[in-house]
């Protein structure tokens, strides 16, 4: 299976947007799948018919790059969208040595959004990476998979899949226990510093309380 190791998932780029003047809000991609704009984010992929389960959907494509070059353009779009908000990677790991960058105009597989039950997944076939559907998938089904971000940084990539069992943010299914430790300690420590701030609230009330009637 693959995994992808972006950053950010951002709208498309001006240069890449379908929703510019003239260009049409419904894309037809192939015989399967459409472009159109996502309830989850931006823009998202479509399903055209119904899609029944291991059917063969996209080839994700792109550039094929060596680890250095890809660890650089990761954090040189990273930098990017921690000022603007803009940056996207779109790469995929291929083997040890190799990853996929699809971020190019070709490349509509860029577009599956991510989701915490998604309905495909990404499989590497010999160095190919191509997206299958994991279950049926009805006509104007979004097709989603999960990115398998690793847990490092998951404040970075809250999630707005919408699925009953949503994290809350993009992490690899794997890690989810991990993530679930994580998020309650966060959640007991933050109701121990709430209860904290509402006792000192409580006592500067009381100490005014009384100070006033001393005057009287």
């Known amino acids: 299976m693959g995994v992808m190791s972006s950053v950010k998932h951002p709208h498309p780029s001006r240069q890449d947007s379908h929703a510019s003047s003239g260009q049409p809000e419904i894309l037809e991609i192939n015989r399967l799948l459409e472009l159109r704009r996502s309830s989850i984010h931006g823009w998202g992929v479509f399903a055209r018919c119904d899609i029944s389960e291991g059917a ?4 994700y494509v792109g550039e094929k790059i060596d680890k250095e070059e890809s660890n650089r353009r990761g954090l040189a779009q990273y930098e990017k969208a921690k000022e603007t908000g803009e ?5 995929f790991d291929l083997d040890e040595e190799w990853d996929l960058d699809g971020d190019v105009p070709e490349n ?9 039950a998604p309905n495909s997944e990404a499989v590497n076939e010999d160095n190919r990476l191509w997206i299958f559907a994991l279950k049926d998938i009805p006509a104007n089904g ?10 490092e940084h998951y404040l970075d990539h809250p999630c707005r899949c919408g699925a009953p069992e949503c994290m809350g943010y993009i ?4 890690q989810w226990p991990k ?11 933050q109701k121990r510093a ?23």
């Open 108 to 116: 509509y597989a860029k577009y599956i959004n991510h989701s915490c």
């Open 171 to 174: 992490v690899s299914r794997v």
């Open 142 to 151: 979004e097709i989603t998979f999960d990115y398998g971000y690793d847990i």
């Open 56 to 59: 063969r959907l996209i080839e």
């Open 194 to 216: 709430a209860g904290k701030s509402t006792k000192k609230a409580a006592k500067k009330t009381k100490k005014a309380t009384t100070k006033k009637r001393k005057t009287r």
């Open 87 to 91: 940056g996207a990677v779109y790469i």
């Open 179 to 189: 993530l679930r430790r994580i998020l309650a300690r966060t959640r007991a420590a």
